[in-house]
């Protein structure tokens, strides 16, 4: 994450991690999680970056499933919950790192063949910076895959009024759901296609890009939400990449 999120999150992080002990509780009810498992696979033994990891979440999960796990967030404050989070059986060790992952990490270098990230991406301010530190931190033929939310769904949520209107690197903007939950931070809206730019010139190639069907009650109907009741549409998608 860069210097922006740190702004964003640390003041917030004690109730960021209650709405995601909410959703660690219930995982059935997160539509993201089985089809982000199941892009990644198996990963008993394997070295795995959690990058922008939050609170620990998805690098919990990994490391139950026997994945060696390295969480990096730029926020102290959300590395030290989850460094303190204790569960029962004690989960596997998990190392956590304090770093801005849109600059150089050079003691990481090529030590990772997997690479995952759980809906950070559309947080991140320099998002070029974000896709080049982590290839240079995974091995050439590594993955990286990571949920985000559908670049076209703020169009559809009436978060934006137009999806272009990115500037040079991006508009910031509010996401009003977790506002109206105690945790105000911001989005930034890029295209779809500007990420991939993005990630190609870092010396990432696509090997798939997935469609997470998004059910009524999995968000939040606003009387300005552009999808009618029936209608479906994937507000979340998971680019899957590999390391030239």
């Known amino acids: 994450m860069t210097q922006q999120l740190l702004?964003?999150?640390?003041?917030?992080?004690?109730?960021?991690?209650?709405?995601?002990?909410?959703?660690?509780?219930?995982?059935?009810?997160?539509?993201?999680?089985?089809?982000?498992?199941?892009?990644?696979?198996?990963?008993?033994?394997?070295?795995?970056?959690?990058?922008?990891?939050?609170?620990?979440?998805?690098?919990?999960?990994?490391?139950?499933?026997?994945?060696?796990?390295?969480?990096?967030?730029?926020?102290?404050?959300?590395?030290?919950?989850?460094?303190?989070?204790?569960?029962?059986?004690?989960?596997?060790?998990?190392?956590?790192?304090?770093?801005?992952?849109?600059?150089?990490?050079?003691?990481?270098?090529?030590?990772?063949?997997?690479?995952?990230?759980?809906?950070?991406?559309?947080?991140?301010?320099?998002?070029?910076?974000?896709?080049t530190t982590i290839a240079a931190l995974v091995v050439p033929g590594g993955r990286f895959i990571l949920s985000l939310n559908n670049p076209y769904s703020y169009v559809v949520r009436s978060h934006v009024t137009d999806y272009f209107d990115v500037g040079n690197a991006g508009r910031a903007h509010l996401y009003r759901g977790m506002a109206e939950q105690g945790v105000g931070v911001s989005f930034y809206q890029r295209t779809l296609a500007h990420y991939l730019d993005t990630a190609f010139a870092a010396g990432w190639r696509l090997r798939r890009l997935i469609d997470v069907p998004t059910p009524e009650a999995s968000f939040t109907r606003r009387a300005d939400t552009l999808l009618p009741v029936g209608y479906s549409f994937p507000f979340f998608m998971i680019l899957s990449l590999e390391r030239e």
């Not at 219930?26 to 394997?46: M, Y």
């Open 7 to 131: 702004a964003d999150y640390d003041p917030y992080a004690e109730r960021y991690a209650e709405l995601v002990a909410q959703r660690e509780a219930n995982t059935a009810h997160d539509p993201i999680l089985a089809p982000l498992l199941a892009e990644i696979g198996d990963v008993a033994g394997v070295e795995t970056l959690d990058a922008a990891c939050g609170e620990g979440y998805l690098a919990r999960i990994l490391a139950r499933r026997g994945a060696l796990v390295t969480g990096v967030d730029i926020a102290p404050r959300l590395i030290a919950l989850a460094q303190a989070y204790r569960a029962t059986p004690p989960d596997p060790p998990i190392r956590y790192l304090v770093a801005d992952l849109s600059q150089p990490l050079p003691d990481h270098a090529g030590r990772y063949a997997l690479a995952v990230s759980n809906l950070a991406l559309n947080d991140i301010a320099d998002d070029q910076g974000f896709f």
